[in-house]
């Protein structure tokens, strides 16, 4: 027998001021993502003003993931029994705490421990917006309001890459001023997230999902199969597309292609700028016509073409960014509301928490892989032959991840009729039916 209490709540009306939730949830994600891809951009300039190794610079990128190996799943049982408006708030001044001691920066450990402090932030932070979103929209609307939050979240990283044109004058004087920069954006990140707190504290009643203080290892197995097979899309994508993008791309465009630091980072925000634009265009048409696995599909099956145009043709940089910009435009558009179809309410923040926890273990392992094949193949500027071990890795992986896109694909049988939503409908008909 499955309780009522059990069975989801009925969807509420659609709130009205979730336009606004959105657009603060979208200025908060903004400084997360802005302050989380800072190294690459300085990446040269830590090289050559601090003597870092490449070990040493891959690391402060990987560090951000370690702390969300072990809090993640805990990050999502806070959001199921707080809520996520509260999440979000902590998380946000943890994150101002971790960018105002990266950019002391002196010694290394400092800067490190600032990157790791900051990392409880950017695992929390995420999730727990995701989830708010999932609250104030109604499932009808849910990959327009994801997608257009990812579309505006790009231009964090976009504005991180644009950054040397930009604010040169900060990066012609060094490493330091750049991160203070990114401290001053986390900032008004936290006043967004205070925002949030506050609207969520006069808006009770749009609630959704009831509150749920206990968890169950058990009941992690009760997801359904297409749970864990876009849990393993989400891992592999994503230990891919941030470790080459965030930390190594622009160093590897500058030491391979041969170009100026201003130049290498127009490239590379090129894959984020076209995400701004694209992604909201992909969450429309996965909501309008569905066959959701296909589209991650193909969206993964760029990932690995990008890495053999870069390492194998003489063509533009600015083929990669397109073919990589696509990618990263469809699969966040469509993966992150998927998700939130096939999981219930109530057990959301525990979902998005495991996704969490293994995507940041991913990413951590992935940065020091990189990082360490760069350095035992002397990558460098006086030896640029040394990327193509990490090149070749890289594109190893996203095939690995094409793989777990296709085993998706394979449970669709029609644009609504597949695993994406089809396991979650049947488990609503068993729950009525037994009670």
Not at 179 to 199: D, S
Not at 306 to 320: A, E, I, K
């Amino acid at each position: 027998m499955v309780s009522a209490a059990a069975a989801d709540p009925p969807e509420p009306a659609a709130a009205p001021l979730r336009w606004l939730v959105l657009a603060l949830s979208a200025a908060a994600i903004f400084s997360s993502y802005y302050e989380s891809d800072v190294i690459g951009a300085i990446a040269d300039l830590l090289g050559r003003q601090r003597g870092f190794t490449q070990s040493q610079i891959g690391d402060l990128t990987a560090v951000i993931s370690l702390p969300n190996i072990l809090l993640a799943l805990f990050d999502g049982l806070l959001i199921d029994r707080f809520g996520p408006a509260r999440v979000t708030l902590w998380a946000a001044v943890i994150g101002f705490v971790g960018a105002v001691l990266t950019a002391i920066g002196t010694p290394y450990e400092l800067m490190w421990s600032g990157r790791l402090i900051f990392g409880i932030s950017e695992g929390a932070i995420f999730i727990s917006l995701v989830a708010g979103l999932a609250q104030w929209f109604p499932r009808t609307g849910i990959a327009l309001a994801t997608a257009l939050f990812l579309s505006l979240a790009r231009v964090g990283s976009f504005a991180l890459d644009r950054s040397p044109s930009w604010a040169r004058g900060l990066y012609e004087g060094g490493w330091q001023p750049p991160l203070w920069l990114g401290a001053g954006i986390t900032a008004v990140g936290l006043g967004a997230a205070l925002a949030l707190r506050w609207l969520d504290a006069r808006a009770p009643g749009r609630r959704g999902a009831p509150r749920s203080p206990h968890f169950q290892w058990g009941a992690l197995w009760g997801f359904d199969l297409s749970y864990w097979y876009i849990l393993a899309l989400h891992v592999l994508y994503a230990a891919v597309f941030f470790p080459f993008r965030q930390t190594f791309a622009i160093e590897y465009l500058q030491h391979v292609k041969g170009l100026t630091l201003q130049a290498a980072g127009a490239v590379n925000s090129g894959v984020f700028g076209a995400a701004v634009f694209a992604t909201a265009f992909f969450g429309l048409l996965a909501d309008r016509f569905g066959h959701r696995a296909l589209m991650l599909t193909l969206g993964t099956l760029l990932l690995p073409t990008t890495f053999l145009v870069l390492s194998l043709t003489d063509l533009s940089p600015w083929v990669s960014t397109v073919l990589m910009g696509v990618s990263f435009s469809l699969v966040p558009a469509v993966i992150w509301p998927a998700t939130t179809l096939i999981v219930e309410p109530r057990r959301l923040g525990t979902a998005l928490g495991v996704i969490a926890m293994l995507q940041n273990l991913g990413l951590w392992a992935s940065n020091r892989i990189a990082g360490t094949l760069a350095d035992r193949a002397y990558a460098g500027p006086a030896h640029p032959e040394g990327y193509e071990t990490m090149i070749s890795y890289f594109t190893l992986l996203s095939l690995t991840a094409l793989t777990a896109a296709v085993l998706l694909w394979r449970r669709e049988t029609g644009p609504r009729g597949h695993g994406l939503e089809e396991a979650r409908g049947t488990r609503h008909e068993a729950a009525e039916l037994a009670a």
